[in-house]
């Protein structure tokens, strides 16, 4: 490590026309943190995810991954440098098989770089998601939820440091939310990832996470603990208000 | 690591070279006639190749054939004479390439209809551009080649870009470079978040197939002896070439081998006793294509035909159904 955080975005600024969808958000995250972002519907976290993955270009502030400036970078780059992402809805090669899927990362983000033995082959990255059963199958013909955890697996196989988690517990069961959350607790823990996790069920975020940003109509508005979060009268009052007051 | 053949491999090797040795025999037996509908079709075949290489696999639809064609015809022709039929082939193909480089960095950012229609523009651009040339500057307006190599020669040239095209897609499929272009056309921001970069492997397709229809452009040109921009940068090129691709199966390996040999067919049966049939019968198949087959002619397998029955069946008993409802 040379001292510099993982991943750091500096003002980050990314406007559509007039709108302004992430508004100046700074943010640093350092190795091995599990950190979750929330914020009401179009608050701009999937944008500010955009951003963070070179998939869409800021408008004005500056991408640095450990120390190294990203800014205006192809989204390749990003890969290669270790930043590794889903889709909120699942975008995997549906032609492919599900073995194939996982391949494609290996063959390209993940060529060089170096692999911890459970990311060692498509095999053992099929064995951590628990998708061994399906490797042979379409993966257009598996089922949402297992797309949702291929989706990680194709990240994965980019051999990430960082990995940017775009609401993969949305629709689950709540069976399948806690699962969800112990892989990516593991994936944490053994791999020694940064996680940065959205979702837009905020209890369910909040009880598995460190670490919590919240964004308000573009704007950071809180940033700390869950505790120090939930307490914090802007978000309280913004967005988390009758839930929390709410719950016993 | 283990050598390990693939079946799949093993049978597309084993076709192509049973169809090479067939058509190296055709000069030798065959008329002249017959020796000239080969060639068209393995032109076609070469030009349907390795236009579906790139465009088949990434779904960028390209018209640019015909550039590519008439730069290789133009850098064949005016160079033949100096540098031997290997050297004008070799630079056909690589001015053609250095052509799809430039005009790909400015247009493969674009998709769809826009990337089409810039391609055919561009096309355009360049034959306006040599025809302006010819004029003003060497005064002519077309070209004639004086000294051509034999017949035999120019076939067995288009034979060899054609096993060369049809080899290179095999090779292609089994590579990185193939992965990437087929992620690239099934969802090109998902294959760069996993670390392809599209824009070289974009570029860099582009090129491949560029390359391989300036070479074609430059072997033709000899057949033809005369070539002026209005014939060797004729869009028809373009446009055939792309409906031989999609009507035999741009995504697959053998669809547009296949189409190339029913066009060549048709074109030579047709063309010179009813044009306009030949053309209609283009448009049918390229319409009952997309309709019903849209993976092409490749993919018509004897199960195709069972569904179409069942289809059929079925449309028929929902109308008489609809019938009867209807009269009472």
Known sequence: MNGHPLLEARAVTVRFGGLVAVDAVSAAFAPGELVGIIGPNGAGKTT?????SGVVEVSSGELFAQGRRLTGASPHRYAHHGIARTFQTPRVFAELSVAANIDFGLQFAGRKRDASWLLKDEASILHLIGLAAQAGLPAGAITPSQQRLLEIGMALATRPRLLL???????????????MAQLIRRLRDELDLTVI??????TTLLNYVERVIVLHQGRKIADGTPAEVVRHAEVVDAYLGDEMVEAP | ???????????????????TGWALAIPYFGSEFMVSMALTCLMYAALASSWSLFCGTTRYLSLATAAFFGVGAYTGAILLEQIGWFGAITL?????????????????????TYFAVLTFGMTELIRHAITWWEKQVTGTVGRVLA?????????????ALAVAAIGVSIMVRRSRFGLAMAGIG???????????????????GFALTAAFAGAVGAAMSARWTYIDPATVFNPFIGFQTVLIALIGGAATLWGPLIAAVVFSLLAETLRLQAPQVYMMSLGLLLILCVLYLPGGLASLRTATFGQW?????????????AGKKGAR
């Open chain 2, 92 to 112: 056909g193909a690589a001015v053609a390439a250095a052509v799809a480089v430039v005009m790909g960095a400015a247009v493969l950012h674009l998709r769809g």
């Open chain 1, 165 to 179: 988690l775009d609401e993969v517990a949305a629709g689950l069961t709540e069976g399948e939310v806690d699962q």
């Open chain 2, 147 to 159: 000294v051509v190599p034999e017949r035999d020669t120019v076939y067995l040239t288009v034979l």
């Open chain 1, 48 to 52: 500010f995810f955009n951003a963070l």
């Open chain 2, 186 to 204: 099934a969802d090109e921001q998902r294959a760069q978040t996993l670390g392809v970069n599209t824009r070289l492997v974009k570029i860099g």
């Open chain 2, 309 to 321: 029955r069942d289809d059929t069946s079925q449309w028929w008993r929902e109308r008489t159904r």
């Open chain 2, 1 to 19: 690591m283990k050598l390990h053949i693939k079946p799949a491999l093993a049978r597309d090797l084993l076709v192509l070279f049973a169809l």
């Open chain 1, 197 to 202: 996790w959205i979702e837009h069920a905020v």
